[in-house]
């Protein structure tokens, strides 16, 4: 069985809607970010502010590698990057289904959340490569919760 992988811009909702299809398809989650903090023992904002992109894109490359060579299904979400290297391209597509989740610039650059403290709405449904639906859906206003 293939994994289910996520890609777009930072702020299309790959982990909120990559949180869901796990869910819904009873398989673990995994997040690339998550893979690169836990591979530097640091955050991607320290990563890029004492090593660089270049190192950040190295660490990334190997957090790809090591979620695509998983024997389990999961659902992979990558970072808004990840898709820029060639050899991450070939990776994500061999190990399974990838699917472009694309928002409006409005809310790619700003993120998820909007000024007024809502999750963002406009997300357009999701495709596969293949050009069939895949498992995003659009999104409705939800509130963030205080922690």
């Known amino acids: 069985m293939k994994h289910l992988v996520l890609v777009g811009l930072m702020g299309a909702g790959k982990t909120t809607v990559g949180q869901m299809c796990a869910a819904r398809l009873g398989r673990a989650f995994v997040d690339t970010d998550d893979l690169v903090e836990t591979l530097a023992h640091a955050s ?14 190295e660490l ?4 790809v590698a090591e979620a695509c ?51 963002c709405s406009h997300r357009e449904p999701a495709r596969t490569s293949n050009g069939s639906r895949g498992c995003g859906r659009a999104h409705t206003p939800r509130r963030r919760t205080q922690a």
């Open 44 to 57: 991607v904002s320290e990563i890029f502010a004492s090593d660089g992109e270049a190192r950040f894109r």
């Open 60 to 63: 990334e490359q190997q957090a």
């Open 69 to 119: 060579a998983s024997p389990e299904p999961l659902v992979i979400a990558c970072g808004g990057g990840a898709v820029l290297a060639p050899a991450n391209r070939r990776l994500l597509r061999a190990a399974g289904t990838v699917v472009w989740l694309r928002a409006p610039p409005r809310c790619s650059v700003t993120g998820s959340p909007t000024d007024q403290g809502d999750l």
